[in-house]
């Protein structure tokens, strides 16, 4: 099934895949201006410090609101959360006004990590609607595929218009603009119509025969009987006592997030993705931290090389450098897009092996990334290094999907988000402090030999899962 099957046969998912596109624009065309906005406010000595925990604030809600989020997505009306959450996040982005304002940091990094807060809630809610928009594994590869490629598309169309509305109109102006898409996305995802969970019929988007159908749904009847009941225990207990209502909705939360971890290492397949996800993130987290101080750092340099022949570049070398290595993600990532398609083709047992190999060179991209001297030259790198992210990252989120039930889905997705987000987090933190010690080269160096060894260990993983099954 090709992208435009897709959108022109199902308008629900059209309309998801439009707030997509008008909000991630506005998130990558905000990045590169509060990326440069906090290396300029945080001097020379302390850029690797200052970008950590800038990373550091947008990253680590998605792990404490994670699990959260998780109970919220399978609870509540999934539509409605993604509506709250985009609303929520148009209010909080005009914080960043104030931050440029005051030149304050710490407001920056407050902002960015309110903003993740509610994203953690938005995140979750997309990604377990996808397969009740979609049936069928083409049909949830093409939407998997799609994705990823309108991801890497609004980060190279965003963070060019970043780059040049900042420099033109001033930063003031990005912000704003980024506050107005949230608002956009919202209105797209009010007018999705379709029911988004499945939890009644089981699993895989799969309809059960007509006898199991009906058990099931008996049984769905009654878990929402129950759950009805101990949400008007639990109203009741707060008219009785706010403070002690509160811990035992709490203990709801993290018991339901416990049951979504349990079911994960049920299933080794899942459990070796979550293993290797978190190798993933502390070698990932390396570049998380270190790319937009590779693109100041080069772009600082081009700009030295070329004198005063660009005047734009000779006056804001460190927006243009970030843009420059942005952009080549977005890049690679659009063209990477069909890849995954192709490559991810076929039987879903295949997608493990491709989703190995794709790992195992996304840790090389990191390496030769770390070596290349110029900016146009790591540019390069990066877009080859997510042409094959794209392909790793479609396999395993398809994977991840066809082998979840719905009544779990937000957990899993939302557990495996905290996992990843967690190991990133720490990763960061160390990769931003000794950066500024040992520089940055050796440091992104670290963190791709640790991406290739996750990949080596997949397939150690997934055979010790096959021999046991």
Request: charged share 20%; with cysteine; hydrophobic share 50%.
């Amino acid at each position: 099934m090709t992208y435009r099957e897709l959108l022109a046969a199902n308008a629900d998912f059209r309309r998801l895949w439009t707030g997509q596109v008008v909000s991630e624009i506005g998130d990558w065309l905000n990045n590169i201006a509060v990326l440069a906005l906090a290396i300029q406010l945080a001097g020379e000595g302390r850029v690797g410090l200052a970008i950590a925990v800038y990373a550091i604030a947008r990253h680590l809600p998605l792990f404490v609101f994670g699990p959260v989020a998780g109970v919220v997505v399978d609870r509540l009306n999934r539509r409605r959360v993604m509506i709250a959450a985009d609303l929520a996040r148009a209010v909080l982005a005009l914080g960043f006004l104030a931050a440029n304002r005051f030149s304050s940091l710490a407001l920056i990094y407050f902002v960015g990590a309110s903003l993740f807060s509610v994203s953690a809630f938005f995140n979750a809610a997309k990604r377990a609607s996808i397969p009740n928009l979609v049936g069928g594994t083409d049909e949830l590869l093409a939407a998997n595929s799609l994705s990823a490629s309108t991801t890497a598309a609004t980060i190279a169309v965003g963070s060019a218009l970043g780059g040049g509305v900042a420099t033109v109109l001033g930063r003031d102006t990005v912000f704003i603009l980024n506050a107005v898409t949230f608002v956009a996305s919202a209105e797209m995802i009010r007018r999705i119509r379709r029911r988004l969970r499945i939890a009644e019929f089981g699993v895989r988007n799969e309809i059960p025969p007509n006898g199991e159908r009906a058990e099931r749904k008996l049984q769905s009847d009654e878990r929402r009987a129950v759950f009805k009941s101990a949400i008007r225990n639990l109203q009741s207990a707060i008219e009785r006592n706010p403070h002690s209502a509160i811990v035992v909705g709490l203990r709801r939360v993290f018991v339901d997030f416990r049951e979504g971890l349990r079911y994960v290492r049920r299933d080794a397949v899942l459990a070796a993705a979550f293993v290797v996800a978190a190798g993933w993130g502390l070698g990932n987290g390396a570049a998380r931290a270190l790319y937009s101080i590779f693109g100041a750092r080069l772009g600082e340099q081009a700009a030295r090389g070329w004198g005063a022949g660009v005047r734009v570049v000779a006056e804001r070398p460190t927006d243009f450098g970030i843009s420059v290595l942005f952009v080549a993600m977005g890049l690679g990532g659009v063209l990477g897009a069909p890849l995954a398609r192709r490559f991810n083709r076929g039987a879903v047992e295949g997608l493990g092996t491709r989703m190995g190999r794709s790992l195992t060179l996304d840790g090389c991209g990191l390496l030769l990334f770390s070596l290349t001297p110029g900016l146009f030259g790591a540019a390069a790198v990066l877009v080859a290094r997510e042409m094959n992210f794209a392909i790793w990252w479609t396999a395993q989120q398809t994977l991840l999907m066809r082998r979840t039930e719905d009544a779990f889905a937000g957990r899993v997705f939302a557990s495996y988000e905290t996992l990843t987000t967690l190991t990133m987090v720490g990763s960061i933190l160390v990769c931003g402090e000794v950066a500024d010690y040992v520089g940055i080269r050796p440091v992104a160096a670290c963190g791709g030999s640790v991406v290739i060894l996750s990949g080596l260990l997949w397939f150690l993983l997934r055979r010790r899962a096959a021999a046991s099954d």
